[in-house]
């Protein structure tokens, strides 16, 4: 096991400056998962600490020591991509052990460490088979197979799963987070599949265009989100936004919605977010509005709800009827809220 410490870390390829001066701190046994949007930067990073990239400033420290200028089989790392690229003419067993044979491990070794990864992946049925004979999740079991032989003291993860199907991808999602459960390894997994980095990590890493925008535990990204960006990033259907007015009480006006939030913080033009799930439509509720499109989602329905020229997604846990039209009331779960200055897109201080 191994910590990983990127200071000051700037990376330019071609003419783009891709990452600036990124600082970022992964602790030992820690699941850290980077999010972001395609092209952000995600890869280039991890190619970073693999070494497979060089960087244009700034170092890169693994378990302590400073790997910034070292190959990459001098890391201690084991990487998986996205693509599995396995050697079509070898057989599981050998694609797995392939590196190990590479680096002159005894046999016996080999042996041992191999018998060990496929019984955690389940690969023990098939390693004698070849690539082609292998399903798609099957395949990136054995790609998982292949870094975990080599016992590294980091794995880094490039959307592993995202070639896979949704149900594959579920399953293999919960499989390596045992996994992680087992080894205690360090992990840095990519992905910009939310549920994954809800799911997997201990910290998400968000980012966008190069630059890390919150780092934090998935609940505490998800709850507290540290500006519109993150807060439109996680979270499906995307929390809402009001554009709107706050003043020194803490009460939040807009066309479509006026709404006390009891938020002692800086008056002026404001973003109101609200999660999906504080929305509660009830007869009780202190806002009205009405239907204008219902999404069954099998254990919960997402309703639409037009309120001024806004329309607001509300997650209902039953199985109510609502038809479009419908005049319906909701409440707000006010204490939930986010509240973004407008100008800076940040979270306000003191929310
Ligand atoms: N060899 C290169 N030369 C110049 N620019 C590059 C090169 N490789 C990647 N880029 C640019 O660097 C940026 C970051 O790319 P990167 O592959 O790290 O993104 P990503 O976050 O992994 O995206 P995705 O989710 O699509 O995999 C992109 O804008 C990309 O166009
Ligand atoms: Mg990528």
Same mark, same amino acid.
């Not at 999010?35 to 890869?43: A, E, T």
């Not at 066309?255 to 799930?277: F, H, N, Y």
């Not at 846990?317 to 039209?325: C, E, M």
């Given at each position: 096991m191994s910590n990983v410490c990127l200071r000051k870390l700037s990376i330019t390829l071609g003419a783009n400056e891709i990452i600036k001066e990124l600082d970022l701190s992964v602790e030992e046994g820690e699941f850290l998962v980077l999010l972001g949007p395609s092209g952000c930067g995600k890869s280039t990073l991890l190619h970073s600490v693999a070494g497979l990239i060089d960087v244009?400033?700034?170092t890169v420290e693994i378990g302590g020591a400073d790997m910034t200028h070292a190959d990459p089989s001098e890391r201690g790392i084991g990487m998986v991509f996205q693509s599995y690229a396995l050697y079509p003419?070898?057989?599981?067993?050998?694609?797995?052990?392939f590196g190990l044979r590479i680096a002159g491990t005894p046999k016996a070794e080999i042996e041992r460490r191999l018998a060990r990864a496929a019984e955690m992946l389940h690969l023990e049925a098939l390693l004698d088979r070849?690539?082609?004979?292998?399903?798609?999740?099957?395949?990136?079991?054995?790609?998982?197979?292949?870094?975990?032989? @080599?016992? &590294?003291?980091v794995f880094l993860f490039d959307e592993p799963l *995202?070639?896979?199907?949704?149900?594959?991808?579920? +399953? #293999?999602?919960?499989?390596?987070?045992?996994?992680?459960?087992?080894l205690r390894s360090t992990m840095?997994?990519?992905?910009?599949?939310?549920?994954?980095?809800?799911?997997?990590?201990?910290?998400?890493?968000?980012m966008r265009a190069g630059v890390i925008q919150q780092i934090g535990a998935p609940s505490e990204?998800?709850? @507290?989100? &540290?500006?519109?960006?993150?807060?439109?990033?996680?979270? *499906?259907?995307?929390?809402?936004?009001?554009?709107? +007015? #706050?003043d020194a009480l803490g009460r939040f006006t807009s066309s479509s919605l006026m709404l006390d939030t009891g938020i002692e913080a800086k008056a002026g033009a404001v973003v109101l977010g609200i999660r999906p799930e504080h929305i509660s439509v009830s007869v009780a509720g202190q806002f009205e509005g009405s239907v204008a499109l219902v999404e069954p989602m099998g254990n919960h329905q997402i309703v639409w709800i037009a309120v001024g020229?806004?329309?607001?997604?509300?997650?209902?846990?039953?199985?109510?009827?609502f038809n479009l039209g419908d005049a319906v009331r909701f409440g707000v779960d006010t204490r939930r809220v986010s509240l973004f200055d407008k100008a800076s897109e940040q979270r306000l201080a003191g929310t």
């Amino acid at each position: 096991m191994s910590n990983v410490c990127l200071r000051k870390l700037s990376i330019t390829l071609g003419a783009n400056e891709i990452i600036k001066e990124l600082d970022l701190s992964v602790e030992e046994g820690e699941f850290l998962v980077l999010l972001g949007p395609s092209g952000c930067g995600k890869s280039t990073l991890l190619h970073s600490v693999a070494g497979l990239i060089d960087v244009s400033g700034g170092t890169v420290e693994i378990g302590g020591a400073d790997m910034t200028h070292a190959d990459p089989s001098e890391r201690g790392i084991g990487m998986v991509f996205q693509s599995y690229a396995l050697y079509p003419t070898m057989t599981v067993a050998k694609n797995m052990s392939f590196g190990l044979r590479i680096a002159g491990t005894p046999k016996a070794e080999i042996e041992r460490r191999l018998a060990r990864a496929a019984e955690m992946l389940h690969l023990e049925a098939l390693l004698d088979r070849k690539p082609a004979q292998l399903s798609g999740g099957q395949r990136q079991r054995v790609a998982i197979g292949r870094a975990l032989v @080599r016992q &590294a003291g980091v794995f880094l993860f490039d959307e592993p799963l *995202s070639n896979l199907d949704a149900k594959l991808r579920a +399953e #293999l999602r919960r499989e390596l987070k045992l996994l992680h459960q087992t080894l205690r390894s360090t992990m840095i997994y990519v992905t910009h599949d939310q549920v994954e980095a809800m799911t997997l990590a201990t910290r998400i890493v968000v980012m966008r265009a190069g630059v890390i925008q919150q780092i934090g535990a998935p609940s505490e990204v998800y709850e @507290r989100p &540290a500006n519109l960006f993150v807060a439109g990033f996680l979270g *499906s259907p995307s929390m809402n936004f009001i554009e709107g +007015e #706050l003043d020194a009480l803490g009460r939040f006006t807009s066309s479509s919605l006026m709404l006390d939030t009891g938020i002692e913080a800086k008056a002026g033009a404001v973003v109101l977010g609200i999660r999906p799930e504080h929305i509660s439509v009830s007869v009780a509720g202190q806002f009205e509005g009405s239907v204008a499109l219902v999404e069954p989602m099998g254990n919960h329905q997402i309703v639409w709800i037009a309120v001024g020229e806004r329309k607001l997604s509300a997650i209902v846990n039953d199985t109510r009827v609502f038809n479009l039209g419908d005049a319906v009331r909701f409440g707000v779960d006010t204490r939930r809220v986010s509240l973004f200055d407008k100008a800076s897109e940040q979270r306000l201080a003191g929310t």
